[in-house]
Each structure stands twice: as C-alpha cells, then as structure tokens.
C-alpha cells in the first residue's frame, strides 16, 4: 500500500491517480495524524507526504515515524522547496524530494526506487 499525506484535496487526489494507474493500492490523509491514527499504518510499504501541513510538518511525520520504528520508503512533495529541509529529509533516508507541481515521470521513479529496495 502506497499512503499519500497531503492537506490540499486537490494534489491529494492527483496523486492517488496517478499511483492508482500504476496498479498499486493506495490510502489517503489530509493530516499527518489521520495516518498515524490508521488501523492500517503496518501496511504502509511507501509513504508520499507533503512538507508543509497544519499539525505535524512532513519532517516532523518522518522523525516520528523513525523513532517508533516504522521504517518504509518516504517520498517528500513541497510547494515551498528549501534546501535545507530537503536535506534534512534526505540526510533520514528519503527517497525522494519533489516541487510542487511535479512531473508525474519524477514520482513514478521515485516509487520504482522505493520499491525496489
């Protein structure tokens, strides 16, 4: 299962398209928490998350997630791109780090790369 955290509806929606085109099975949250509060949190194989949400940031989801022991694929998508928080991701083992609007081409080998691993 491929998760996708984002609070706008819209590149929400986009993404589980395109994922869904690929022939995986996706779940979708509009807060980090929404996630983590999922019964199916353990099924998570990937998680495609935004940078900037209210609540909990996705660099805050990341840092969470790793120091509870969940450790699966994170690919980071921003409308807001800063080195140093794509440093920060990557520096914890991101995948991949994405621009709003990102070129699906971008995601797809993202989520190659993720699940090849």
């Given at each position: 299962?491929?998760?996708?955290?984002?609070?706008?509806?819209?590149?929400?929606?986009?993404?589980?398209?395109?994922?869904?085109?690929?022939?995986?099975?996706?779940?979708?949250?509009?807060?980090?928490?929404?996630?983590?509060?999922?019964?199916?949190?353990?099924?998570?194989?990937?998680?495609?998350?935004?940078?900037?949400?209210?609540?909990?940031?996705?660099?805050?989801?990341?840092?969470?997630?790793?120091?509870?022991?969940?450790?699966?694929?994170?690919?980071?998508?921003?409308?807001?791109?800063?080195?140093?928080?794509?440093?920060?991701?990557?520096?914890?083992?991101?995948?991949?780090?994405?621009?709003?609007?990102?070129?699906g081409s971008e995601m797809i080998d993202f989520i190659?790369?993720?699940?090849?691993?």
């Amino acid at each position: 299962m491929i998760a996708i955290v984002d609070d706008d509806e819209a590149v929400r929606v986009a993404t589980e398209s395109l994922v869904r085109s690929l022939g995986f099975q996706t779940a979708t949250f509009a807060t980090a928490q929404e996630f983590l509060d999922d019964p199916r949190l353990d099924e998570t194989d990937c998680l495609i998350t935004d940078i900037q949400m209210p609540g909990m940031s996705g660099h805050e989801l990341q840092a969470y997630l790793l120091e509870h022991g969940k450790r699966f694929p994170m690919i980071f998508i921003t409308g807001f791109p800063a080195d140093h928080i794509r440093l920060k991701v990557e520096a914890s083992g991101a995948i991949g780090f994405l621009s709003k609007p990102f070129d699906g081409s971008e995601m797809i080998d993202f989520i190659d790369q993720a699940l090849c691993h």
